[in-house]
């Protein structure tokens, strides 16, 4: 038995492998022990210390999705905060947006025990300051601060040594349904049939409440004891023909799903064609009235074709450099400023048309704003009356990111153009001619037919996405196909 362990956040990182990505930390659940879950808690909130938001009551919000492993790391997370004189504020199995949307109006830390969609042997801790995500410069504040607490017992193999009980903190899923309902009014959605394929998301139930406060027809669909991971930037080839079949079975105007913590949406037109992210994004964008859009470089070039937005920007890759942006864009004067993701997740950063600000990935608002949008006519319709650009995006999975990164260092090996050069070597045949590199996050190929190849290893698993754009959906798929079978097949035999 050990009681305390001299090391920092920093340190823990380093011994357990458990690191920061684009939305907290991951690891394997194996990685993700008592201690570390525990060393990351304190770290967390020593640095809110330093800046005055864990203070006075000293309470912090926590909550969790449905994997197995999310029930002994909240213990974990609660543990850390009654040590460090802290009261935990459980707000259940809930999803990410509604714990940040209860913490942010009660002005307190939070944090949510979630691996979001990757597989069920794996986990995470997103965490919150009291008025928005953590940002990247709060993480090196977290790595610099130390773990040890007087004291508290780990086993050898770092289990807590006692685990009390999280009672439940009623409200957090009624306030949050109400949100929408006062928002946007009980018939907003009259008339509409969804379907709500609920699998194994935390939200499963929530976004049906909130579509029927609506006046929606819901349909159950799809639901799930065993943890599925649902990815809204890489459907699953068994999630396409689900809603295909739902879609021709049940005549739906749409269907609707979400991710395992509920942040990031998917939407399915009345064919049962799952739309993009970052479609899903710009229809929500354009009906809300936003006058300055925040995206990652990976979304689709719609967002500018659409000359709908009087000011959009690009960031890197994840929700806290589109959050800063964001906070820029407000500080500029932006009084309806908006963000999302390729993965459909929408951020809020201004009160808009009844709804106050969620900084956060939210799943709810950009489906309720596009089945709005669609009125009396289908959503397949509201899609194609945008400009003809597709995106579509696949990932190596397993891929060692040290694999990734030495593809990309090889392909930008030396000057222009002769980084110009080898990427026509290797991707000429499929793509043609590239004349534009974008490496804000990643490296972004734009071909002189207007197609677009991106490569980005992932920020939390060892995986290398790949984003693809083009003119038609057949052409992205095909271009992304062909750019992967690349990568494994030639680039990673040889990177260097």
């Known amino acids: 038995m050990t009681s305390t362990y ?9 011994e357990s492998g458990v690191a920061f990505g684009t939305s907290g930390a991951r690891g394997t659940v194996a990685a993700m022990t008592d201690r570390v879950c525990h060393g990351y808690t304190v770290g967390f909130l020593r640095h809110l210390e330093t800046l005055g938001e864990f203070a006075g009551e000293r309470r912090v919000a926590l909550a969790g999705d449905l994997r197995p492993s999310t029930p002994r790391i909240l213990a974990a997370c609660a543990a850390a905060i009654r040590d460090l004189g802290g009261k935990p504020v459980f707000c259940g199995l809930v999803p990410t947006p509604a714990l940040a949307h209860f913490a942010f109006a009660q002005q307190i830390p939070s944090l949510m025990v979630t691996g979001s969609h990757i597989p069920a042997d794996r ?36 289990a807590l040594e006692t685990a ?29 049939r969804i379907g709500i394929y609920q699998h194994s998301a935390v939200g499963r139930d929530v976004v049906m409440q909130i579509l029927e406060a609506l006046g929606a027809e819901v349909t159950p669909l799809g639901r799930s004891a065993d943890f599925i991971p649902v990815d809204t930037e890489a459907v699953r080839p068994e999630d396409v023909d689900l809603a295909r079949g739902w879609a021709r079975e049940f005549g739906f105007d749409a269907i609707a799903s979400t991710d395992g913590d509920s942040d990031r949406p998917l939407l399915a037109d009345e064919t049962g064609e799952w739309l993009r992210g ?36 690009r960031t890197r890759i994840g929700s806290p450099y589109v959050i800063a942006e964001m906070n820029s864009q407000i500080a500029a004067g932006g009084q309806r400023v908006c963000g999302y993701e390729a993965n459909g997740g929408f951020l809020l950063g201004s009160d808009v048309e009844g709804l106050s600000a969620l900084p956060t990935r939210d799943a709810v608002l950009p489906i309720i704003a596009a089945l709005i949008a669609a009125g009396q006519g289908s959503v397949s319709a509201l899609v194609k009356g945008l400009p003809p650009r597709v995106t579509y995006s696949n990932r190596i999975a397993d891929f060692p990111t040290a694999t990734s990164k030495a593809i990309l260092a090889a392909l930008e090996a ?31 190929i734009t071909f002189e037919s207007g197609d677009v190849i991106h490569l980005r290893p992932s920020g939390n698993a060892p995986e290398l996405r790949c984003y693809t754009e083009a003119v038609t959906a057949a052409r992205a798929q095909e271009l992304n196909d062909a750019a992967l079978r690349i990568v494994k097949q030639d680039l990673a035999a040889s990177p260097a």
């Not at 001299?6 to 380093?14: H, K």
């Not at 000057?415 to 972004?444: C, M, N, S, Y």
């Open 6 to 14: 001299d090391m920092t956040v920093g340190d823990l990182m380093a």
């Open 123 to 158: 986990n995470g801790i997103k965490f919150y300051r009291p008025d928005g995500e953590v940002l990247k410069e709060d993480e090196a504040g977290m790595m610099a601060q130390p773990v040890t607490v007087q004291g508290r017992i780990f086993s050898t193999a770092g």
């Open 278 to 313: 970052d479609v899903l994004g710009v229809l929500c964008a354009r009906q809300l009235g936003a006058d300055r859009v925040v995206t990652p470089v990976s979304s689709n070039t719609v967002l500018e074709e659409t000359g709908a937005f009087p000011v959009t920007a």
């Open 414 to 444: 030396g000057d222009t153009a002769a980084q110009l050069a080898r990427i026509e070597a290797a991707f000429g045949a499929v793509a043609g001619k590239p004349t534009r590199l974008d490496r804000t996050d990643g490296l972004r």
């Open 164 to 192: 009390e009980a999280l009672p439940p903190t009623t409200g957090i899923v009624t306030n949050y349904v109400e949100r929408y309902r006062r928002a946007f009014g009980p018939t907003a959605l009259s008339g509409k």
